[in-house]
């Protein structure tokens, strides 16, 4: 089972022997996982979010495989959204606070997406099955896809539905545990039910699809060489094999560990050694980076995806940049009219006839002159013009 629903029976707390020979051996495990969560949350995040915008607002990317693949980014981003933060909760507070219900959801919830995801990559698989061994037949429609992705979703539900009778929360305790003995099921039957429908039949189906398109293009392309047509449906049938091998392979080899795990402590009561919390938190570690590859895998090998991926960068940068230009010329307006205010209000400026200062900056001529080394007096028209300039009125000559 995918969640760490199964430990809260089996594996050693910090208050077992486990960790009364040791207590601070809990210490690197404890921040080594918070960090890698937290990576894994905001790499995840960002890429299935671009993936998603990438299929939606770019209408070349509107077909039948990138559909499956807004679904895939879909049942990622709940992986990542819902589980990591919760489970990050958890593992801070060393119990399960989030009450009753969320005891029936947290913990399915990752068990639904990983199916659905699977149930997305066989779809995608038999999919490209069809377009590749029998062409001329009727393929699916992008109508047809979104009925495919509602019928994953419900299997993925009724799939994790046992799952969700069997989880209580244990109040005094406070944790969210597993109670298949007293609902009359067997954990061990459940666990292998999930291993076989999660990951040996989907990843079976898979596999014998991609061998078998495999070698129809190799038979194509001796077939059809000098055909220019052709050979672009080929490439283009190449390029979507790449990439979806990639993530077939990345989810097998992430996701295998956890059912290894979970076999084990059902069957061999793996959760009683000593190293059983860093094994399930390795594991998890495992399944929250299959959700946050994806994106990562497209970037890599889709030369589309690469480039809707470089022109949201390019767009989000250039909005950032816009709204720290915004802020400077608003400071910078809001000095300017600062400083004119403070230009008017100032006392040289304010006209009153009494005033000398008011005669020097209104629009009265200034008749003082200062006296020469001679004695005669002259009018010092630069002196005017200095203090006026200074007012913001026109000097006056005198």
Known sequence: MESNGTMNNTAPTKTSPAYEDDPGNEQPLYYTRLACYTIIFIVGVIGNILVCLVVCRERKMKNVTNYFIFNLAISDLSVLLICIPFDVGE???????????????????????????????????????????????????TRDAKKVIGVIWVFALTLVSPYIAVLELDKDKKKCVETFLDKGLKAGAYTISIFLLQYVVPLSIIGLSYIRIGRDLRRDKCSYSNDALQRDQEKEAYKVMKILTVVVIVFALLMLPNHIVFLWFDFDNGG?????DGIVALCQICVYANSASNPLIY????????EGFKNYFRSWIECVLNINDRRDHVRIDKGRQTAAKNIRSCNMCRSNDSSDNGELCGNKSDSRGLRNNNGSTETKTET??????????PATSV
């Not at 068990?111 to 490209?128: D, E, H, M, Q």
């Not at 009683?272 to 059983?276: G, N, R």
């Open 384 to 393: 005017v013009q200095e203090i006026s300039q200074y007012c913001g009125h």
């Open 91 to 141: 593992i801070i507070t060393q119990t399960f606070p989030y009450g009753a219900v969320m005891c029936k959801l947290v913990y399915p919830l990752q068990t639904l997406a990983t199916t659905a995801s699977v149930g997305t990559l066989v779809a995608i698989s038999l999919n490209r099955f069809m377009a590749v061994v029998y062409p001329l037949r009727p393929q699916l429609t």
């Open 299 to 306: 970037n890599a090998v889709n030369e589309q995806f690469r």
């Open 272 to 276: 009683k050694t000593k190293y059983a």
